[in-house]
C-alpha cells in the first residue's frame, strides 16, 4: 500500500525557536493534513490542504502541499511548551468513494522551557 | 472534545478471547471509520462505514469485523486476540462520504496478555 515518510522522528527544541516537519509520499495524494495527538487522546486535525501548491496557516502554524502533490510540511513558529505532542501528516486520496487516510509515523516533539 | 466517544477507554483481556469496542460519530455524522494505532506500525486504516454500510477497506485482519447501526453508532469486534493486537483503536466521523475532515475519537486502548 501507499507509504509516508514522515521526518524528523523527534525533536527536541528551546521555546521560541521554529520547527519543521515533513512528509513525502512515493504516490500522489488529493488532500494533505496535519494532525497532532497529545497522550490519552485521538489525534487533532491542525490544517488541511485541498490544491497542490497551497500554502495555509493556522496561528503560528504553516503547511504547504508539495507541487508534485507527492509531499507536504508543516513550520511551527516560535514553539511554547505547548506545541509538545506528536505531529501527524496524513494524505487523502478520494477514489473510488473511498477517502480513507494513510498516516505518516508522526514527528514526535519536545520543547524545553 | 472533538464529538466522538469511544467506549470502553481500557480494555485488557487474554489471547484467544473476543471483544467490542463502541463508537458514536459526531450528531449529524454518517461515515464511521477504524484506525488501529501500533508502535510499529503507526496508525492504519481498518474500515470506513457510510450510513449503515461498509465502505471501504482497509488493513483489517479477517479476525476483525465491525458494524454500523441504525442510530449510527459502530461497534469493532476482534476475536481470537493475540498479543501484537494490542494497540490504540481510534474510531473517527465525517459528515458524509469523507471528503470533509475526520474527526477522532480519544480511542480505546486494547491490551492483550
Known amino acids: ?113 | 472534545d472533538s464529538g466522538v466517544t469511544q467506549t470502553p477507554k481500557h480494555l485488557i483481556t487474554a489471547t484467544g478471547q473476543r471483544v467490542t469496542l463502541r463508537c458514536s460519530p459526531r450528531s449529524g455524522d454518517l461515515s464511521v471509520y477504524w484506525y488501529q494505532q501500533s508502535l510499529d506500525q503507526g496508525l492504519q486504516f481498518l474500515i470506513q462505514y457510510y450510513n449503515g454500510e461498509e465502505r471501504a477497506k482497509g488493513n483489517i485482519l479477517e479476525r476483525f469485523s465491525a458494524q454500523q447501526f441504525p442510530d449510527l453508532h459502530s461497534e469493532l469486534n476482534l476475536s481470537s486476540l493475540e498479543l501484537g493486537d494490542s494497540a490504540l483503536y481510534f474510531c473517527a466521523s465525517s459528515v458524509s462520504l469523507g471528503e470533509e475532515t475526520q474527526y477522532f475519537g480519544p480511542g480505546t486502548r486494547l491490551l492483550v496478555l
Open chain 1, 1 to 113: 500500500g501507499q507509504q509516508l515518510n514522515q521526518s524528523p522522528q523527534s525533536m527536541f527544541i528551546q521555546e521560541g525557536e521554529d520547527v519543521s516537519m515533513n512528509c513525502t509520499s512515493s504516490s500522489i495524494f488529493n488532500t494533505w493534513l496535519w494532525y497532532k495527538q497529545e497522550p490519552g487522546e485521538g489525534p487533532v486535525l491542525l490544517i488541511a490542504l485541498y490544491k497542490a501548491g497551497e500554502l495555509t496557516s493556522n496561528g503560528r502554524l504553516t503547511a504547504q502541499f508539495g507541487i508534485t502533490r507527492k509531499d507536504s510540511f508543516l513550520n511551527i513558529s516560535a514553539s511554547i511548551p505547548s506545541d509538545v505532542g506528536i505531529y501527524f501528516c496524513a494524505g487523502q486520496l478520494s477514489g473510488a468513494g473511498s477517502y480513507q487516510l494513510t498516516f505518516g509515523k508522526g514527528t514526535k516533539l519536545s520543547v524545553i522551557p
